[in-house]
């Protein structure tokens, strides 16, 4: 079984600041990591995922997040955020399913409010 | 391309009375899933479908929560009777359904559940 922690339950910054959120994961099998952002009453969007390769994972809306294997974590970062970054961010691992066949069971955390604030 | 489209957006209800969700998942997705998102909380799986096959429903409360898949395409969630803890947003996503491959879920904008 794996399971998502995500450090920070609400990140206040201002505009054109940089950000981290935080996400550590555990798990006993190799997962697939990912975030999504979702927007007030709105479903949630894939903004990236690491599957394999290169730590350094970039995603739309200019951010990126890095695959720390020894530290368990897959922290989601931007250098400069705008107002519009506002929502909240939910960091999810995929493990393999009943019988080891394919990936697709979602476990997420339970979110990061981003305020930006002007 | 069309997103996954759920009806209705919104469902406020009393409670022991039943209610129904409805999802269209993307145009060639075989799979399908149901989450239901708490207030304060990410998405947990209710269920998965591989086409009209239910592969993984062992989060779904059995007694009181109902889902199907008909014809391989749209599905419907079904609570009856609904009591208040139910209140939540219940999630559609779809993906494209390749064995043994990680795949991307697209997720639909929710239906907003308040039990009263």
């Known amino acids: 079984a794996q399971s998502v922690t995500q450090l920070d339950s609400q990140v206040p910054v201002f505009e054109e600041a940089p950000v981290e959120l935080r996400c550590n994961y555990s798990s006993s099998v190799s997962v697939y990591l990912f975030w999504y952002v979702q927007y007030p009453n709105q479903g949630l969007q894939l903004l990236l995922k690491y599957l394999s390769g290169s730590t350094l994972v970039k995603g739309i809306n200019g951010f990126e997040a890095e695959f720390n294997k020894s530290q368990t974590s897959f922290h989601l970062r931007k250098p400069s955020v705008h107002i519009s970054d506002t929502a909240e961010y939910f960091c999810a691992v995929s493990g393999p399913l009943a019988g080891g066949t394919s990936y697709g069971k979602l476990t997420f955390g339970q979110g990061t409010i981003l305020t930006v604030h002007p | 391309e069309a997103g996954v489209v759920q009806s209705p957006r919104y469902k406020i209800i009393e409670k022991k009375q039943p209610v129904a969700f409805w999802c269209n998942p993307i145009?060639?997705?075989?799979?399908l899933y149901w989450y239901r998102q708490n207030l304060g909380q990410g998405p947990e799986l209710l269920i998965r479908?591989?086409?009209?096959?239910?592969?993984?429903d062992s989060q779904l409360p059995k007694d009181r929560f109902s889902a199907e898949r008909l014809k391989g395409v749209d599905s419907t969630l079904k609570i009856q009777p609904a009591e208040l803890g139910d209140s939540a947003v219940y999630l559609c996503?779809?993906?494209?359904?390749?064995?043994?491959?990680?795949?991307?879920?697209?997720f639909g904008p929710g239906t907003r559940l308040l039990v009263l």
């Open positions: 145009s060639g997705h075989n799979t």
């Open positions: 479908y591989e086409n009209e096959e239910a592969v993984d």
């Open positions: 996503a779809s993906s494209l359904g390749r064995r043994g491959v990680e795949e991307t879920q697209y």
